[in-house]
């Protein structure tokens, strides 16, 4: 008895900082700072962004005046990306190409394309954007308020996902829901500790004074989860740095079918932890905490006894999922499928550990890349 209403109590600590997250996690200034004299160079690492990468630029310079210039990298594309790059380049002066170099040894591709895009840039800022993100419109002023507001030189914004198919309503929330019910966002800028460093590569602002004199990407330079891995070394210098709850200045579709869904969690899931024991603590906590009392309340509607508690559980598990739901415009299919998605983690988990560690490496635009937890 005493250990099943210990098991809700946790229930209901997870819920609270569920709860916490989504009340107070921090947000960007709703009006662009005034009187802004600093510049800010968009950089777009592309490799096979044919689709994407037109739109990205044409909307970010219609929409953020403050930009001085866009950078792109080609990351020995073998699609229509370099024409299309071409195309935006001869008909505005600020679009640039940073000539692609070949990958050296121990980088990863991001890393390397994203280092190259900051040597060539002239902006006081930094702001790295994938080429599926979509910048709203004043989205750069805000972000420069945000950084005055918050006194950060290091800030990136958690974005607004588009969601459209079946497979991303049903599985896409699921990063929100993994990152905010154990990652305390609202304490992050409270407490400038290394280890509540975090960020999300779609969009990623860094003052280039600093970025230049710790040493930028080079820091994260075998990384394949290099965004986070570069906030936390950028407090572990002294630096300050935050993640904010972006999504009304920035939207990305991250992976649109289940093939790019699939192999896009390998390649960043299990690569995501430092140590193999915190790998299988993670999954052991979700399949405990998380699946668990789905199966117990199936159990318990024949049984009934103290078993009941888990219908409670299964009410906060929900009741976390219509918070996210809420805040961030998901589809009611994002709750109710909670269990399914589960299942769809833990498998996506262990065979990102299987593809990265036995299987040859995560096949990810053209590469293969493998990692060893320690």
């Known amino acids: 008895m005493l250990f099943w209403i210990l098991f809700a109590l946790l229930h209901c600590g997870l819920f609270a900082l569920m709860f916490y997250n989504m009340r107070f996690w921090p947000t960007l200034p709703a009006r662009p700072a005034e009187d802004v004299a600093e510049t800010v160079s968009l950089l777009i690492p592309a490799r096979n962004e044919e689709a994407h990468i037109a739109a990205a630029i044409e909307q970010a310079l219609q929409g953020s005046p403050e930009i001085l210039e866009v950078l792109v990298y080609n990351d020995h594309s073998t699609d229509r990306t370099a024409e299309e790059i071409a195309q935006l380049a001869a008909g505005d002066e600020r679009v640039l190409v940073v000539p692609a170099k070949p990958l050296p040894d121990g980088w990863c591709g991001k890393p390397f394309a994203c280092r ?11 702001l790295f ?4 993100t979509r910048l709203q419109r004043n989205a750069v002023a805000r972000m420069l308020a945000a950084t005055k507001h918050y006194q950060v030189t290091f800030l990136s914004c958690w974005p607004g996902l588009v969601l459209k198919g079946f497979w991303e309503r049903l599985c896409m929330p699921m990063l929100n829901f993994v990152v905010f019910t154990l990652f305390p966002a609202p304490l992050s800028l409270k407490r400038q500790m290394p280890s509540l460093g975090l960020a999300h590569g779609a969009c990623i602002l860094m003052r280039r004074e600093e970025y230049v004199r710790i040493g930028g990407h080079e820091l994260v330079k075998p990384e394949l989860f290099e965004d986070t891995a570069l906030a936390r070394a950028w407090r572990a210098h002294g ?3 935050i993640c904010l709850d972006g999504q009304d200045v920035v939207r990305v579709r991250m992976y649109d079918s289940w093939p790019n869904l699939w192999n896009g969690f390998q390649k960043i899931f299990y690569p995501a932890f430092r140590y193999e024991v915190s790998f299988w603590i993670f999954l052991l906590f979700h399949a405990t905490f998380f699946m668990t009392p789905f199966v117990l309340a199936l159990v318990a509607f024949f049984t009934g006894g103290w078993l009941r508690l888990s219908w409670f559980m299964v009410a906060t598990i929900l009741g976390s999922r219509w918070l996210q739901a809420n805040r961030f415009g998901y589809s009611r299919l994002a709750i109710l499928s909670h269990p399914l998605a589960e299942c769809g983690l833990i498998a996506v988990a262990l065979a990102s550990r299987h593809k990265c560690r036995r299987g ?3 096949p990810w635009r053209g590469r293969n890349y493998t990692w060893k937890a320690s």
């Not at 190259?116 to 930094?126: E, F, T, V």
């Not at 954007?129 to 599926?132: E, I, R």
């Open 360 to 362: 040859g490496g995560v």
């Open 116 to 126: 190259q895009l900051a040597l060539a840039a002239r902006g006081d800022w930094l």
């Open 239 to 241: 630096l300050r740095g």
């Open 129 to 132: 954007q994938d080429a599926d």
